[in-house]
């Protein structure tokens, strides 16, 4: 099992920056990859970007060269840097971790971009 919390989210005026993280503990040492997530308001999730134990990352289309997802030195940690933020980017995030028994949710959290 392996459980994961998020932090950071919050209300950022347009052109703003936030930082999320995500936490895991439990089973770390099967997870492969981590990634981030995100459900707008009556929207499917969709991915974000995510990043595996090499460190290759991988984001979608719209949020390239804006956003940035780094793992910490213990692998247990993966970040979000989200900078240039648009109102579109509103949503909740969600981290997951890809690991050798399935994929594991954190909680979400939100995500506002609005002036």
């Known amino acids: 099992q392996v459980q994961l919390v998020e932090s950071g989210g919050g209300l950022v005026q347009p052109g703003g920056s936030l930082r999320l993280s995500c936490g895991a503990s439990?089973?770390?040492?099967?997870?492969?990859?981590m990634g981030w997530y995100r459900q707008g308001p009556g929207k499917q999730r969709e991915l974000v970007a995510t990043?595996?134990?090499?460190?290759?990352?991988n984001y979608r289309d719209s949020v390239k060269g804006r956003f940035t997802i780094s793992r910490g030195n213990a692998k247990n940690t993966v970040y979000l840097q989200m900078n240039s933020l648009k109102p579109e980017d509103t949503a909740v995030y969600y981290c997951?971790?890809?690991?050798?028994?399935?994929?594991?949710w954190g909680q979400g959290t939100q995500v506002t971009v609005s002036s």
């Open positions: 990043i595996n134990n090499a460190g290759r990352t």
């Open positions: 997951n971790a890809y690991h050798s028994s399935g994929i594991w």
């Open positions: 439990g089973s770390i040492f099967s997870i492969n990859a």
